[in-house]
């Protein structure tokens, strides 16, 4: 253990001895001599006293004094050890959400029983589901995006000086291949084909940037234009291939993110992007080729184009009630899976990791997938209301397909609360059609008459159901018997 871990070992038993005996902190610091708030800064575990200090506290609390520093804990506090020596744990990001390890530990300390259990559930989820510490990170970055809307001025603001200087300097990609030569000295090199499915792969030492040949020269902008970011933040700890192969801390998630951030921001300028959404929502009816030719106007990849409407919608034209998605589907079996996700809103969707269920098929992101061309891309909107929320979405989305055997679909859908509805203007276009829809056929109410799309069975739904009929029948029988 290092020193914060046994810090906060020597907290939890000094407060679980105290508590035991009913001692309050002011009568703990009568026997011992020690400030009652030195105390608590000792429970907290921030503070590790002095042996003489020690030596008091174990006299005070009749404990053996090498009970009392030694670095294991009582049987019962066992789960709390094993969570204070988890990796996820320990390289978990507190900070980010403005608290410490001290303070999770203090407050599961106060009640240790329960804790423990909460402990040993967490633990048994995190075996069962084969949860490695990466979707920890990755469900950490999600979270301090919504908390902040998505939305990240300093790197709005250095990706605006960093386009000021790469407009003085010519055409875009030379200039960005330029400018990281600059800050680094990279070369731009092709991929090696034994590296093929990655799509860029960065050196240090000799600094050079491989890129997959066969991407698009936008595709090709954007991993330059990240390799800039990394640089002109001075964000050190990073991955060194994309996507990634190995995630080690959230440091590199969060850098790897702010990367990318910069780099769509470079490449989708905030003002002109801005402008023309706002121009669109002003339209009283939706016209897909206008959306079309709105992202062909910022030669944007139908992802980049929604991502970034996902960082400007919320802050800038309040659509904050928003969610992104990304879904990949398999033309030779019809699978479809959930790649990425960002929930900004208080729909209660399906995360999708280690989900062995099928997506309802009347998600826009699904249906966007019929009848795509090999090569084409489809674009489509549709009112989505969920069986498990009240509110109505508005979702628009783009499938495309690179003619592959895989095609892509990204989604955004916006609550249509008042404020949303004064901002898109058609909202309640009449021909946008609408759909109930719910999260996984599994969990579906509906029958296989009312849904022509179910792909599976209601197993869940009726198991769920025939739980509820037995709980009431109980009830019903309880009630009947007692007086």
Known sequence: MDQEQLQLVLGIKIRTKRQKLGYSLKELGDRTDLSPSYLNEIEKGKKYPKPEKLLRLAQALDMPFEKMVSPKLDRGLHPLAALLDSPAIQKFPFHVFGITLQDVVHLLSQTPKEANALVRALVSITRDYHLGIERFFHAALRSYQSLNENYFPELEEAAERCRVQIRAMGPELPSLTQLLKDLTGAEIHPLPSALKGLRSVYKSKPAALFIDPDLKARQQAFLVAREVGYALLGLKERAWSSPPLEVSTFDQVLNDFKASYFAGAVLLPRAEVLAALQEFFKCATFQAEVFQNLMNRFDATPELFFYRMSQLLPHEMGLVRSHFLRFRHDRSDGSVTLTKELNMSDLDMPAGLGLQEHFCRRWLSLRVFEGLAPGAQQVGVQRSRFFSSSG???????????????????????LLEKGARQVIGFADDPAIPESIL???CERCPLTQAECAERQAPPRLYEKALAAKEKRLALKELLGESTP
Do not use: P
């Not at 109505?392 to 990204?410: E, P």
């Open 392 to 414: 109505t979405y508005l979702c628009l989305a783009v499938a495309q397909n690179d003619g592959s055997d895989y095609d892509s679909s990204v989604t955004l859908g916006f």
């Open 438 to 440: 719910g999260g996984t």
